[in-house]
């Protein structure tokens, strides 16, 4: 380990809270996804939460602050709040997301109550017990980072293993079940696997702050990937950026870790929410625009067009008149028709080019094929269903299927 830890171009301590950062970011950025995707996302809250109790019983029962004691204990104590949460929800009349929050306050209760008991303890080994409530990434040793990155290859190297029956549980339990596998094991098992998880992060993000990492690299991996092979190694790098980039600047300010890897984690899921490829909030806002831009400037073209078969070129009052638009909205889609060098002047008069004569004739084409399929669409027999596209109901439902429109009519 102290081979890797030299590799790293960081002071020895730094070098070991960003390996330490790293494994975190890519075990919960794995195994959270499964929660993300499951929308169970709070399990992994409470699952954390839940450990607390646990490290506070393994250190009353072994009376010392053995590391892999603590885990083991944190271990117990999330697979028992993991079957309490499932118990719960199948043996009442409570939904998932009550049995949630049941298991999450109470076992926290517990947590607090023993803590605040073992630090009024007079001896002096109970110290340091509160890092596994806030997280403190600075106490971190290389043997740590050893045994949290088995435990995490241990949780990938499950979900690789049982990649193929966890993807159909997720997608489709039903099939699953019909399929033979035991969906049920398979549920909690992936809440298991958040146990691994938390076990892994606890220490250096701490039981409250845990969740941010369990939640945010799936969330922000989703913006930009569609399927699960693909969804779950971005959703582990982006988490991997994560944990090392918030413990550099954690380092660098003298600030929590925690909390500065839970700021690093929603400023990357902000950012994918606004600026992915398709589903970003401004790439919708951008896509929003081009639309209203194309449809005002198809307008104002038809509008045109059929002011030059009614009589001679109109002026932009005389076209504002007859199609009782706006002056501004008006002139705003000749911009637009002028720029794409459809639409010309004589003078104060508007001609529609060459191409904007072709654009014409195709767009009231296209008009007359959509007000075909709101009349007699119902009457075609489509192989399967379709949602049909106004400005393209041909690339939508077919040429063959707007020629059989057409002879309907």
Not at 179 to 187: S, Y
Not at 230 to 252: D, E, F, N, Q, W
Not at 325 to 340: F, I, K, M, N
């Amino acid at each position: 380990m102290d081979g890797l830890i030299e590799l790293v171009p960081l002071p020895y301590t730094d070098a070991v809270v960003a390996l330490g950062a790293l494994v975190l970011g890519v075990v919960s950025g794995v195994l959270g996804t499964l929660a993300v995707l499951r929308e169970r996302s709070l399990v992994g809250d409470a699952l954390s939460h839940a450990a607390l109790p646990g490290v506070c019983l393994a250190f009353l029962f072994t009376g010392a602050k053995d590391p892999a004691a603590l885990l083991a204990g944190a271990a117990c104590a999330g697979l028992v709040a993991a079957a309490c949460m499932v118990g719960i929800e199948r043996g009442g009349r409570i939904r998932a997301d009550a049995a949630i929050g049941v298991v999450l306050s109470s076992a926290f209760s517990v947590g607090i109550v023993l803590l605040t008991a073992i630090q009024n303890r007079p001896d002096a080994d109970q110290a340091g017990l509160d890092r596994y409530l806030f997280g403190q990434a600075a106490g971190l040793s290389a043997d740590d980072v050893l045994v949290t990155g088995l435990i995490g290859l241990a949780g990938l190297t499950l979900v690789a293993v049982g990649f193929r029956a966890l993807k159909t549980t997720l997608f489709d339990p039903a099939f699953a079940a019909a399929a033979g596998l035991r969906v049920r094991a398979l549920e909690l098992g992936m809440t298991a696997l958040l146990v691994i998880a938390v076990l892994v992060g606890i220490r250096m993000v701490g039981a409250i702050l845990m969740v941010a990492m369990l939640v945010a690299p799936g969330v922000a991996a989703r913006q930009l990937a569609d399927r699960l092979v693909t969804l779950l190694p971005l959703a582990g790098a982006i988490g991997a950026a994560v944990g090392v980039t918030g413990a550099l600047l954690s380092s660098s300010a003298h600030v929590p870790t925690g909390p500065v890897i839970a700021l690093v984690a929603f400023a990357v899921v902000a950012a994918a929410l606004a600026f992915s490829p398709g589903r970003g909030v401004v790439w919708r806002a951008m896509r929003l625009t081009h639309d209203r831009r194309r449809a005002l400037a198809d307008g104002v073209l038809v509008d045109l067009e059929t002011a030059l078969h009614a009589g001679p070129p109109p002026t932009v009052a005389e076209l504002r008149a007859l199609t009782a638009r706006p002056s501004r909205e008006l002139r705003r889609g000749l911009r637009l028709l002028r720029g794409a060098g459809l639409v010309d002047r004589a003078g104060d008069r508007l001609l529609l080019t060459e191409a904007g004569a072709e654009a014409a004739g195709a767009q009231l084409a296209r008009r007359d094929d959509w007000s075909l399929w709101l009349e007699h669409g119902a009457r075609l027999e489509l192989p399967d269903a379709r949602e049909p596209d106004p400005r393209d109901l041909a690339g939508s439902i077919g040429a063959d299927a707007v020629a059989r429109l057409r002879a309907l009519a």
